[in-house]
């Protein structure tokens, strides 16, 4: 995968301490990384850059909001997300990305691309069970729920408390359970 030009930080021309990146990903983002489970992507990325004589320290924070699809609806909502990572980068002989939070990059490297980075910290940050703040609170009004609804084992039960015929064999069944 082509790395994005501004997502590549020049670190050589830089004096020693703190320096502040801030970018706003949007769709096209994700595009270049083929995923599609954004319908649409307003975040805001701040990155602090502090340089060291011998190291490199990054903090990524992220916040803003993703449009997705809700897991039991399938209805597009506004979903919230924050995240932040602390990245180390030391040199070394070879470039070296086993670890979580340290970067390991070669001697006579002049720049760091930190898409990849962003990129994990948003999807990260989504949660896993995406669910419409609609159908937590009951305000959201669908023929899928209604459906659910209706599917659902607490509703056939009721329909069973309220006399419907049931077969006799399962009758004997529950005497199984109460002759202990």
């Given at each position: 995968m082509k790395p994005l030009k501004e997502f590549t930080i020049p670190f050589v021309?830089?004096?020693?301490?703190?320096?502040?990146?801030?970018?706003?990903?949007?769709?096209?983002?994700?595009?270049?990384?083929?995923?599609?489970?954004?319908?649409?992507?307003?975040?805001?990325?701040?990155?602090?850059?502090?340089?060291?004589?011998?190291?490199?320290?990054?903090?990524?924070?992220v916040s803003?909001?993703?449009?997705?699809?809700?897991?039991?609806?399938?209805?597009?909502?506004?979903?919230?997300?924050r995240n932040d990572f602390d990245l180390v980068v030391k040199f070394g002989s070879e470039f070296n990305d086993e670890f979580i939070d340290i970067l390991i990059i070669p001697h006579g490297t002049h720049d760091i691309n930190i898409q990849q980075y962003i990129y994990e910290l948003i999807v990260l940050a989504v949660p896993i069970k995406r669910i419409h703040p609609g159908v937590i609170d009951g305000t959201l009004r669908s023929d899928i729920l209604k459906k659910l609804e209706e599917l659902s084992p607490d509703s056939h039960k009721e329909r069973q408390d309220e006399g419907d015929d049931i077969d006799p064999r399962w009758n004997t069944l529950k005497q199984l359970l109460t002759d202990k």
């Open positions: 021309g830089l004096k020693d301490g703190a320096h502040h990146f801030e970018y706003k990903i949007s769709e096209a983002f994700f595009q270049h990384f083929e995923y599609e489970d954004f319908n649409d992507v307003n975040i805001k990325v701040n990155v602090i850059l502090n340089k060291k004589t011998t190291l490199l320290e990054l903090h990524f924070e803003g909001d993703v449009n997705i699809n809700c897991d039991v609806t399938n209805e597009p909502f506004n979903q919230g997300i």
